[in-house]
Each structure stands twice: as structure tokens, then as C-alpha cells.
């Protein structure tokens, strides 16, 4: 598909989402859809993503971040927050986002090698946690020429990617359970799509610094441990453009919301020209998940067949979860389809 065609899918998508953010109860994926507003609003040219972003995150200015709590409600609005400062110039954006990384670095639970662990006392290591820390802290890191906070960000998906890639396939396990030494049952789709997008994005925030100087080994590792990943996502793709949501069971139901993360890292991994990288069927296989998804959005602008909350589990419970829509879903649809267009101009 190309940009013009892409297009009205997003502006249906960008509408909806504006309405259903400001309207619907909270949601723990609403920040993912709020960056991804803020991304739709760029691309379109069009004000009114924006000012629903903004209407949604403004309240929380007034209140400050939570901090406690479920990581996953307050850890996703640093990324919304600073992209919004991009988009706004406003210093209270990126002080929120300040504020949200800074818990990060001093009040999460850790693993003796730095791992953020989202549920304490539990010594465990999810694979989304990666996308969110990483990419805000690298952010932040380097709107505040803060070197040492840019390598953190690094450090933490490395870390991350220690704990949990599978060594015969590249691909991550959803969880791996440090104390006993072994991880979850099953390759999840959608939590292999969090980290390629985290890594991805990353590595376009350190931008032409990437290959240089104090980055450089560790960049190096990145990108080879996504473009392995990334090979390996590219071969299991069916040929709807859709993944399985255990990625390597065919057996297992198609599903929306991962197609949307691997578009929108496929999509970065190109673009930065990653090393590693198999590009022809990369780039294949990256036009055949624009194109699914954009099948995905109804005409009313829902974004569909995504996998609804995933804990870990047996392959059972994986293929039991509900499909339907939800605002990660459609944030990553938006940001992938953001992402195509930026891509063609």
C-alpha cells in the first residue's frame, strides 16, 4: 500500500482514537495511545490529535505522576509526555516525563544486573518492560545531553535481552523468573514486538551517534540481537500479514496488535538501516503487515482482532485470550501507520 492509500485509514483510526481516549474509563494502554496521537498529528498535518493527546494528559500535569501502583499504569506516560514536549515545546512535558524516567533509576525494583522488575517481590523480567523504559530514558537522556542516562537506556534492553532470547530461535520469551533460573512457556507475539520497537527506536533516537565513540559497542549488540530477532519474525509471518500470537504456533489464533508492532519495527529497522538486517524479505514482509492491518480498521475507525491483557501462561491460555480492541492496540496500529507515511515522503 502506499501513502495516499494509507492515508484515510489513519485519519479514521487518528478520530476515533481521539474521541475514545477522552471518553472511555482509564485504561493502562491509554498513554500508548496518547503518544500515538501525538505521532498521527505530526503526519497529518492536523491539530486535532493533538489537542486530544493533550486534553487527555493535562489533568495529570495538574496531579503530577503517580509513582505507585501498578508499573504499568504510570511507567507508559513518560514516552507520551516527552513526545508531547516535542510537539508542544512545553517544559512541563518533559519535566513529567523527567520525573516519571527519574522513578525509574531510583525506585523500581531491580535484578542484581539492573533489569526492572514490574511486579516486586516477584524476581521476574518481562519482555515489554523494554519498551516501557527504554525508549523514554533514551529520550530524555538526550534532550538533557545526558549521556550516562542514554547508556542506561541501553543497558536495560541489553539486559533484558539477556534474560529472555530464546538462543535456538532470536526470538524473546515473555518472562523469565530470575530466582528459578527459567522463563515463561511460550514465545508471545505481541511481547516480541514490544522490544523490537523499543530496540528500533532507540537506536534512532542515538541517531548518527549510534556507530560512535561510547555507544558503539553496545549499540553494535543491539542491533544485532534485533536484526536476528527480526529475521526470525519475518520467516514465521503468514501470509495474511498477521502473526500467530504464540509466534511459532501455527495452531494458535492470528492477531492484530502484533502485526501493528512489527510493521512499526520493521518499519524503523529499515529506515535506520539496522546491520544484520535480511532487507528484501524484511521489506516483503513489512508491506504485507501495513497492508493487514490497515484491513484491521473498520469503518467506524476501530482497530481490531487484538489480543486482549496477556500474563504469561501455558499455550492454552494464550490461545484462550479474547480478542476485540484496545488502546495499545490501536496506538501501535497509529504509530506504524504514521511511520509508513513518514517513510514515503
Known amino acids: 500500500m502506499n501513502a495516499r492509500e494509507v492515508r484515510p485509514v489513519l485519519e479514521r483510526l487518528a478520530t476515533r482514537s481521539g474521541g475514545e481516549l477522552l471518553a472511555k474509563e482509564p485504561h493502562w494502554g491509554d498513554a500508548i495511545l496518547c503518544d500515538a496521537l501525538v505521532q498521527a498529528s505530526a503526519i497529518l498535518d492536523s491539530d486535532a490529535p493533538l489537542q486530544a493527546a493533550i486534553g487527555w494528559f493535562e489533568p495529570r500535569l495538574s496531579r503530577g505522576p503517580t509513582l505507585t501502583g501498578w508499573f504499568w499504569f504510570w511507567a507508559a506516560e513518560a514516552l507520551a509526555a516527552v513526545d508531547l514536549h516535542l510537539a508542544t515545546r512545553r517544559a512541563d512535558f518533559l519535566n513529567y516525563a523527567r520525573e516519571v524516567v527519574g522513578a525509574f533509576e531510583t525506585t523500581t525494583t531491580r535484578t542484581a544486573d539492573g533489569a526492572v522488575v514490574p511486579h516486586p517481590p516477584a524476581l521476574e523480567v518481562w519482555v515489554d518492560v523494554a519498551y516501557f523504559t527504554a525508549p523514554a530514558m533514551a529520550t530524555v537522556g538526550r534532550l538533557l545531553k545526558d549521556d550516562d542516562l542514554v547508556e542506561r537506556a541501553l543497558d536495560q534492553l541489553l ?16 518472562v523469565a523468573y530470575v530466582d528459578k533460573g527459567t522463563h515463561s512457556q511460550c514465545l508471545w507475539a505481541r511481547g516480541n514486538s514490544w522490544f523490537a520497537v523499543a530496540a528500533a527506536q532507540v537506536i534512532g533516537v542515538l541517531g548518527s551517534q549510534s556507530g560512535e565513540g561510547r555507544f558503539r559497542p553496545k549499540v553494535a549488540s543491539l542491533e544485532a540481537a534485533v536484526a536476528r530477532q527480526l529475521n526470525a519474525v519475518v520467516e514465521l509471518q503468514d501470509e495474511s500479514g498477521l ?52 484491513g484491521k480498521v473498520d469503518e467506524r475507525g476501530d482497530f481490531v482482532g487484538v489480543s486482549q491483557q496477556t500474563p504469561p501462561g501455558d499455550f492454552a491460555f494464550y490461545n484462550s485470550i479474547k480478542v476485540g480492541t484496545a488502546p495499545f492496540g490501536a496506538g501501535l496500529c497509529m504509530m506504524a501507520l504514521s511511520e509508513q507515511i513518514r517513510r514515503s515522503r
Open 159 to 174: 539486559v533484558h535481552h539477556r534474560y529472555l532470547a530464546d538462543l535456538h530461535s532470536g526470538l524473546c520469551w515473555h
Open 243 to 294: 502473526w500467530h500470537t504464540v509466534i511459532d504456533r501455527k495452531d494458535s489464533y492470528l492477531e492484530s496488535s502484533a502485526a501493528a508492532g512489527f510493521a512499526l519495527a520493521l518499519g524503523r529497522a529499515l529506515a535506520y538501516r539496522i546491520e544484520g538486517m535480511h532487507r528484501e524479505s524484511a521489506g516483503a514482509a513489512y508491506e504485507r503487515a501495513i497492508a493487514a492491518i490497515c
